[in-house]
Each structure stands twice: as structure tokens, then as C-alpha cells.
């Protein structure tokens, strides 16, 4: 298609025409019709009658903006139909990416190890390790918040998000 990289940019229109007049699975439309409330005109189909084609089928101009106000009509549809089907594709998603989760419960007296995150004071290079512990867990709060304490039976004053928290397993051996 292109023969060198120096022609690519005449390719370019093209390209561009196919990204805007495919239908996007999270929207259900083109970008071309959301943009211009109308669906793309191309020479091989022709949807809505230019001028040049009107006076060859022969419409009447009450015909022809007839025509033109239905299709405006139908933009509120459109669009309508557009989010409708954008909703549906986000509850989709949000099952998808619900199998996937397994929900972590944690108990009073479980052993855990805690994340060192990079923006922590305890973060010392991207050699270290990256759990530090193992803590005991005292309170289980909802939401998935946790208050430890250290193995001394120091606890901590703030609650800390069970996602930056993994099980501990004493004797385990990798």
C-alpha cells in the first residue's frame, strides 16, 4: 500500500475516513454521526440527496426538506439510542471485571504483610523488598479498612485499605 515512508502521508485521509465511519463497540454509532448527527456519505452509497442528485431524480424542494427534516427528527433517537447502548456496554464491563475480582476477607489475628508503596518514606529502591511485616490485624472495619498492630502489640492509629495488605503464611517456603 505504501511504498516507501515518505508516501504515507498521502495514505493519511484515508485512514482517517476508516477510523471515523466504523462502529465503536462502546458507543454503538461512528464517530462521523455523533460528530455531524448524520451518517457518512459516500460516493458508493448516498443516503441523503445532494443538490446534483436532486435535480436528477427529480425531488421538489418540499420533498427534499421533508426528507431533510425527518433525518433531524431522528437525531434525538440517535442519540438516545447512543447512550443507551454506552450504558449497557459499561455494565458489561463492570461484570466482566467483577469475575475477575476475588473479594480478600481478612479476620482478627490474621498475619499480614504490608504494601511499600514508591511514595512512602520506608521505599528504598527498586531492589528492595516490597511487603513489609508481617502485622497482626485487630479491627475489621467495613468498606475493606483494617487496623494493625505490630507483632510487639503496638497498634496503629490509622486504618490502612485491605488492597495494600496480602495474607501472610508462616513456614512457607518460594
Same mark, same amino acid.
Given at each position: 500500500? &505504501?511504498?516507501?515512508?515518505? @508516501?504515507? *502521508? ?11 465511519? $466504523?462502529?465503536?463497540? @462502546? ?12 451518517? =457518512?456519505?459516500?460516493?458508493?452509497? =448516498? !443516503? %441523503?440527496? #445532494?443538490? #446534483?442528485?436532486?435535480? !436528477? =431524480? /427529480?425531488? @421538489?424542494?418540499?420533498?427534499? %426538506? ?8 431522528? $437525531?434525538?433517537?440517535?442519540? $438516545?439510542?447512543?447512550?443507551? *447502548?454506552? +450504558?449497557?456496554?459499561? *455494565? ?14 481478612? !479476620?482478627?489475628? +490474621?498475619?499480614?504483610?504490608?504494601? $511499600? ?7 528504598? /529502591?527498586?531492589? #528492595? ?10 479491627? =475489621?472495619?467495613?468498606? /475493606?479498612?483494617?487496623?494493625? #498492630?505490630?507483632?510487639? /502489640? ?5 486504618? %490502612?485499605?485491605?488492597?495494600? &495488605? ?9
Amino acid at each position: 500500500m &505504501v511504498e516507501n515512508d515518505r @508516501s504515507c *502521508h498521502g495514505m493519511l485521509p484515508y485512514a482517517l475516513l476508516g477510523y471515523r465511519t $466504523i462502529v465503536r463497540t @462502546s458507543t454503538g454509532a461512528t464517530p462521523y454521526l455523533l460528530v455531524y448527527r448524520n451518517k =457518512v456519505v459516500i460516493p458508493a452509497e =448516498v !443516503e %441523503i440527496p #445532494s443538490l #446534483s442528485i436532486i435535480q !436528477e =431524480v /427529480g425531488l @421538489s424542494n418540499k420533498e427534499w %426538506i421533508r426528507a431533510h427534516y425527518e433525518q433531524f427528527m431522528l $437525531i434525538d433517537e440517535k442519540r $438516545i439510542a447512543v447512550v443507551f *447502548h454506552g +450504558q449497557l456496554y459499561q *455494565h458489561r464491563m463492570v461484570r466482566a471485571f467483577n469475575k475477575m475480582v476475588r473479594t480478600r476477607a481478612f !479476620e482478627v489475628g +490474621q498475619l499480614v504483610l504490608k504494601r $511499600i508503596f514508591r511514595h512512602q518514606e520506608e521505599y528504598k /529502591g527498586k531492589f #528492595s523488598p516490597n511487603w513489609k511485616g508481617p502485622y497482626i490485624v485487630c479491627k =475489621v472495619l467495613s468498606g /475493606g479498612a483494617l487496623i494493625l #498492630s505490630d507483632t510487639d /502489640g503496638t497498634e496503629w492509629t490509622k486504618a %490502612i485499605n485491605s488492597d495494600a &495488605v496480602k495474607r501472610y503464611y508462616v513456614g512457607m517456603t518460594f
